[in-house]
């Protein structure tokens, strides 16, 4: 099961001063491996042991096992979310920031939209890019809930716990928001996520 939390794709102090390393040590070793060591105890000796996470998660929604759902969830999510961060995050090029323009009218309105849905998410969550249906739009999921197991095709993702940000922002998530926004977003993520799924239709 510890191979299900990915090891970081950067140094803990490389996205200082915007996440600070006692930041992401404490939300890497301590929430993300937690959520991944209660996995291993749930699943130990049942029919989920030997499944991928997002078999996990799919199987686990169907049959309403809401523990394993959630810790699967949030192994799967903060993998998804360390690779959705940057030291070298700016602005998109090529084809996913002509999809983005397109589906925002334009890359301003787009950061407004995402801004305002990381802000007015209530409570613990995550704030989600996705392609749907050939269209790139923005989506919400309260607590370890996911694009996992839908049509959505989720391209990065943004934490919004309070265990992402407090140490940093205290209270003030906005700040946290506009620092992703302004220079922590792996655009290349986001788009080899695009040119995965395409590859996969025309497969």
Request: charged share 25%.
């Amino acid at each position: 099961m510890s191979k299900t939390v990915n090891k970081l794709p950067f140094d803990k102090s490389a996205l200082e001063p915007y996440m600070s390393s006692n930041t992401i040590s404490y939300h890497y070793d301590r929430h993300h491996k937690g959520y991944a060591k209660k996995l291993e105890k749930l699943v130990k000796g049942t029919d989920y042991e030997g499944l991928s996470l997002e078999e996990m998660i799919v199987r686990a929604r169907k049959e309403a096992q809401i523990d394993i759902l959630n810790n699967a969830a949030q192994v799967w999510n903060h993998n998804f979310f360390w690779k959705s961060l940057s030291p070298n995050g700016g602005k998109p090029n090529g084809r996913i920031k002509n999809l983005v323009e397109v589906s925002f009218k334009n890359f301003g309105d787009f950061e407004n939209e995402f801004r305002s849905a990381a802000t007015g998410l209530f409570g613990s969550g995550w704030v989600w890019l996705v392609l749907d249906r050939g269209k790139i739009r923005i989506t919400t999921s309260s607590n370890a809930d996911s694009p996992v197991g839908t049509d959505l095709v989720p391209l990065l993702t943004l934490d919004v716990w309070e265990h992402a940000y407090y140490l940093d922002y205290q209270n003030e998530r906005a700040g946290f928001v506009d620092a992703f926004l302004d220079k922590l977003v792996n655009w290349d993520f986001a788009a080899a996520n695009l040119e995965s799924e395409a590859a996969g239709r025309a497969a």
